[in-house]
């Protein structure tokens, strides 16, 4: 099976040919914890070993949810129990800076729960937003539900793909290393204009509240 995957994909084969579900566990888990791992890199692999009866479809999602959620979640608890002085204190060895995680803190200042749902498709706020959530003292409830959904669609999004790509994943993968800059661009385009939007729609939502 290892053969058919190409790419960044070759290097996670030998530890899914091994550990199969529970390396899914492991890297997605502890990259919800803070660690920089290539979390979405492991559940496309897994996703294409599903596509070729290698490993059950739906245990790789049961797998890829419950670890996102639970990293997650012990991201927030370290955050919200642990504190500014216990993240930055450790955070440093993961890559997480005072500069990164101010960073996030902002973005999340003007976000919100827009953060949560969506912090999963954004490397480095995949990592910090629990934290940041947590520091932040945002309801664990609430924190707990839009995290759960936000995880559940990036779960499966990853793990179609490469279910979908099946043995078609080495020309897929040619492709997009081809085009790679263009399709950044175009989805660079695509979250800057939704952003814009969004802002846009909000700002004349609170204007028009203001004047009645």
Known sequence: MSSQLPGVFQS???TLDRYGYAAVVLLVGLEGIGIPLPGQIILIAAGIYAGAGELSLALVLIAGLLAAVCGDNSGYAIGRFGGRALVLRFGRYVFLTEKRLAATERFFGRR???V???????????????IVCGLARMRWRRYLAYNALGSTVWVAVWVFAGYLAGSHIASLYAVVSHHAKYLLVGLAVLVVGGLAGWAIKRRANRRAAAEC
């Open 12 to 14: 996670f084969a030998p």
């Open 116 to 130: 949560v749902l969506i912090g999963r498709f954004v490397d480095g706020l995949r990592q910090a937003s629990g």
């Open 112 to 114: 919100g729960v827009f």
